[in-house]
């Protein structure tokens, strides 16, 4: 499905130009950056491999002559949310993404409490901090 010219035109008469997408690396996130991408909008693309990264960074410039930022990192750390703040401190970012995510299932006191705390770490603390930091 592509993006409708008049909500394009609506983004783009009311948003920067750069558009970053959290967990770009897969599933809706991915999506979200190549339709993006197709509408005109540069990228600043995140996720923790590396070489998916890579490879939408070059699909995004293939197919659409798009600039895009690949940034490595896993979210849940603080370091490297702080990392991704340097990287693009000097980018016009009009819409912030805050996709990566995980969730988990099953019985909770069978879970694993450590994975269960990584989850709040990267769907909530990081989220709250980058909506802070890119909240306008
Ligand atoms: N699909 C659904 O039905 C559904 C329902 C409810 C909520 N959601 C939420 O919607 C978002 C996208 O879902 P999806 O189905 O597209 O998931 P997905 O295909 O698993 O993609 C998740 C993305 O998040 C990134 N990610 C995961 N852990 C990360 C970490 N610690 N640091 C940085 N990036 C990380 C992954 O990149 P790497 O693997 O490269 O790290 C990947 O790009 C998630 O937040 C998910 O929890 C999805």
Redesign the pocket.
């Not at 269960?116 to 909240?135: P, R």
């Given at each position: 499905m592509k993006i409708a010219q008049k909500t394009i035109k609506r983004l783009k008469s009311n948003y920067y130009e750069w558009v970053l997408v959290?967990?770009?690396?897969?599933?809706?996130?991915?999506e979200l950056a190549l339709k993006f991408g197709e509408a005109g909008f540069k990228l600043i693309i995140?996720?923790?491999?590396g070489k998916?990264l890579e490879a939408l960074s070059a699909q995004l410039f293939d197919e659409y002559n798009t600039e895009s930022i690949p940034v490595q990192?896993?979210?849940?750390i603080i370091e490297d949310v702080n990392k991704l703040f340097s990287e693009v401190s000097h980018l016009n970012i009009g819409i912030a993404i805050l996709?990566?995510?995980?969730?988990t299932s099953g019985k909770f006191r069978a879970s694993n409490i450590e994975q269960e705390v990584n989850m709040l770490d990267?769907?909530c603390k990081a989220v709250l901090i980058m909506a802070h930091h890119f909240g306008f």
């Amino acid at each position: 499905m592509k993006i409708a010219q008049k909500t394009i035109k609506r983004l783009k008469s009311n948003y920067y130009e750069w558009v970053l997408v959290t967990g770009a690396t897969s599933g809706i996130g991915r999506e979200l950056a190549l339709k993006f991408g197709e509408a005109g909008f540069k990228l600043i693309i995140t996720g923790k491999r590396g070489k998916e990264l890579e490879a939408l960074s070059a699909q995004l410039f293939d197919e659409y002559n798009t600039e895009s930022i690949p940034v490595q990192g896993d979210l849940s750390i603080i370091e490297d949310v702080n990392k991704l703040f340097s990287e693009v401190s000097h980018l016009n970012i009009g819409i912030a993404i805050l996709n990566a995510g995980f969730g988990t299932s099953g019985k909770f006191r069978a879970s694993n409490i450590e994975q269960e705390v990584n989850m709040l770490d990267l769907n909530c603390k990081a989220v709250l901090i980058m909506a802070h930091h890119f909240g306008f």
